[in-house]
């Protein structure tokens, strides 16, 4: 597998517990990382040690969405390329209902 090293933003245990399954389902040398909160993964981007090679970020997260998250991570030096996969777990009727 190309990526080895993956971060997963998540706020939701259960979807990040079924990452986890599904990634030892694919390989089991994959090293992860997982936050439940923007600011605590933005913490550990700034001061990286070794940065992810792909990045899985909830849409709906709390205080900052996918989309701010995102802009603030393309300023962050060394990470400006780095591939990040958006998803949602609500469905658009959700989204539009709460807009």
Same mark, same amino acid.
């Given at each position: 597998?190309? =990526?080895?090293?993956?971060?997963? !933003? ?5 979807? $990040?517990?079924? %990452?986890?399954?599904?990634? /030892? $389902? #694919?390989?089991?040398? #994959?090293? =992860? ?7 605590? $993964?933005?913490? *550990?981007?700034? $001061? ?5 090679? #792909?990045? %899985? &970020?909830?849409? /709906? *997260?709390? =205080? @900052?969405? +996918?989309?701010?998250?995102?802009? &603030? &991570?393309?300023?962050?030096? +060394? @990470?400006?390329?780095?591939? !990040? !996969?958006?998803?949602?777990? /609500?469905?658009?009727? !959700? ?5």
């Amino acid at each position: 597998m190309k =990526y080895r090293d993956i971060l997963l !933003v998540d706020v939701d245990d259960e979807d $990040a517990e079924l %990452f986890v399954i599904a990634l /030892h $389902a #694919i390989d089991v040398k #994959i090293q =992860y990382s997982i936050r439940s909160n923007v600011f605590d $993964a933005l913490k *550990m981007l700034q $001061a990286p040690k070794k940065t992810p090679d #792909i990045i %899985f &970020l909830d849409y /709906h *997260m709390p =205080y @900052l969405d +996918g989309s701010e998250f995102l802009k &603030l &991570l393309r300023k962050m030096e +060394g @990470l400006e390329k780095t591939p !990040v !996969v958006l998803y949602s777990g /609500h469905s658009g009727g !959700v989204i539009r209902d709460a807009a």
